[in-house]
């Protein structure tokens, strides 16, 4: 049986070790972005007052000038980290004398005043607390949102460096994660994920767990809740123990982010995701590895470009003789959608994601995962990731 489990491994074994050969090239760059003293965030908000102290003094209306974080051009890719914020051309002009944007920039000075208190007290602050520092003010919990991410960008620090914590509205995250996995929460708090029947929401507060501990061989990242509980149903953390399995039910929240590039900085193992074979998927499986435009100033924190693409590969489809009635058309947004990926700048270095995407969009059709089932009810556990895990099958 041992003997077994070790040949199941031997790619996966293989694959961490060239991952742990390269991992402190993968790791330098958040060092240094992280290397913001408390002393010098103190120093670039007194320089942004200071410059609307200026403009007072000549009689001039201040003005903040704030990266679009919506914008590509103000984006650049790094294959280590993933898409990052850059200086581009691409800004938000928020005047004080315009009656569009002077409610923002009361905001912005608001929160920036909390803000400075915070870390020049060493106190740490969530959004939902800077929202009730002044509920009328703000309206909604969203505009506070919207303005910390904002600060973050014009400022260049991370929301840590800021002293605001990740702990999105303190309520549950929206991922779950279940495997070989055990740690400790910021309250000592001892959270086992073993359970095989069920999943342990992901951490509210991803930044304060501790003493990781984790025999796992490789950690799966599953796009969808309904693939993750079947999984759970079939029993497949056991049957390909250890494991770590964790899903963000869709588009991840930025929790779950976090907790896979947690598990990464510490266990350093191979992550694969399964998502559907379909352009959307794809998509949410290049959030975790690449990251996004919107949180591309956090992109050293939340991206993890080490994650491969385990399936459901296009390519699959024809190789498995997935039924026809299973297969369903791309539609005209999925085709733009398609087409859009491929244009992004981090596919350059990805030349058999490339071939895949090509290949779905020459077929003009998609599927997903549970489509294996057309073929047996339990091939996805039984036969198509064990056999993807053992041979090497991700790209």
Not at 15 to 30: A, K, S, T
Not at 44 to 56: D, Q, R
Not at 112 to 126: E, F, R
Request: charge should be negative.
């Amino acid at each position: 049986m041992e003997s077994n489990m070790s040949e199941q491994f031997v790619e996966i074994d293989n694959f961490g070790l060239e991952l742990l050969e390269n991992v402190d090239m993968m790791m330098e760059p958040q060092h240094s972005h992280e290397e913001v003293s408390s002393q010098e965030v103190l120093i670039l908000i007194e320089k942004v007052i200071l410059e609307i102290v200026t403009s007072l003094s000549k009689d001039e209306a201040p003005v903040l000038v704030l990266p679009n974080r919506s914008s590509w051009a103000n984006v650049s890719f790094d294959n280590a980290v993933g898409l990052q914020m850059t200086s581009g051309s691409s800004v938000t002009t928020v005047r004080s004398n315009c009656s569009s944007s002077v409610t923002k920039f009361g905001h912005i000075l608001k929160v920036l005043s909390i803000i400075y208190k915070l870390v020049q007290s060493n106190v740490y602050a969530t959004k939902r607390d800077i929202y009730y520092n002044d509920t009328q003010l703000f309206g909604s919990q969203r505009t506070v949102d919207s303005i910390v991410d904002d600060i973050s960008c014009m400022l260049k620090v991370p929301r840590r460096r800021l002293h605001v914590v990740c702990i999105y509205y303190l309520a549950t995250s929206k991922g779950l994660i279940s495997g070989d996995l055990c740690y400790l929460e910021e309250d000592s708090t001892k959270v086992d994920c073993h359970s095989n029947s069920t999943a342990t929401p992901v951490s509210s507060n991803v930044g304060g767990i501790r003493n990781i501990v984790s025999s796992a061989k490789f950690v799966l990242i599953v796009e969808k809740d309904a693939t993750f509980q079947k999984l759970l149903d079939d029993d497949f953390c056991t049957k390909l123990s250890p494991c770590i399995m964790i899903t963000g039910k869709g588009v991840p929240d930025v929790n779950s982010r976090l907790m896979v590039r947690k598990l990464w900085d510490t266990l350093h193992i191979p992550i694969f995701a399964l998502v559907d074979a379909d352009p959307y998927g794809i998509e949410i499986m290049c959030i975790y590895k690449y990251g996004s435009v919107a949180m591309s100033f956090e992109a050293h924190s939340l991206t993890v470009p080490s994650v491969m693409w385990l399936g459901l590969l296009p390519s699959d489809l024809q190789r498995l003789r997935v039924p026809e009635d299973a297969l369903i058309p791309l539609t005209q947004r999925d085709q733009n959608k398609l087409t859009s990926l491929l244009k992004r700048p981090y596919l350059a270095c990805q030349p058999a994601w490339q071939r895949e995407m090509e290949m779905m969009q020459r077929n003009k059709v998609k599927a997903e995962i549970q489509s294996l089932a057309s073929i047996t009810p339990d091939f996805l556990s039984r036969v198509y990731l064990p056999n993807k895990l053992r041979y090497g099958g991700w790209i």
